[in-house]
């Protein structure tokens, strides 16, 4: 199974707190030191994982459910120093094309973030 995959799943079953590089590179059967050359942080790992590609299309609701799911894994990390660059890395290409298809983006994204993190 692929790091990133892996990365994924993981956040999936323990949330951002929980997840641990070395643990990752347990399960896929390499070295933490190999995952550490790639993404120097748990917080690039994390982004590149949830966050591979940017957005794509056109419907409003959607993208937003899909910013939502990205950011759900997250909400248990609200005080850890890096989760500003994960979240960040996950928002600015959706709001962009947000912005795009609908007058309230900010306002869109700014209350799924509120439900999340703003507990």
């Known amino acids: 199974m692929e790091i990133l995959s892996i ?24 070295a ?3 995952l550490y050359r790639r993404w120097p942080t748990k917080g690039a790992l994390v982004a590149a994982a949830i966050a591979p590609s940017p957005p794509r299309g ?3 609701a959607a ?12 909400a248990d990390a609200q005080d ?12 600015e290409p959706r709001l962009a094309l947000l912005r795009q298809l609908d007058p ?13 993190f703003m507990k």
């Open 7 to 30: 990365a994924r799943t993981m956040l999936a079953e323990r949330g951002y707190r929980e997840l641990t590089v070395d643990a990752v590179a347990r399960r896929a059967g390499v």
């Open 32 to 34: 933490k030191t190999t």
């Open 58 to 60: 056109s419907d409003v």
């Open 63 to 74: 993208i937003v459910r899909e910013t939502e799911a990205l950011l759900a894994p997250l």
């Open 80 to 91: 850890d120093a890096e989760i500003l660059g994960v979240i960040r890395t996950i928002l």
């Open 104 to 116: 309230r983006a900010d306002e869109l994204l700014g209350a799924v973030f509120v439900r999340l």
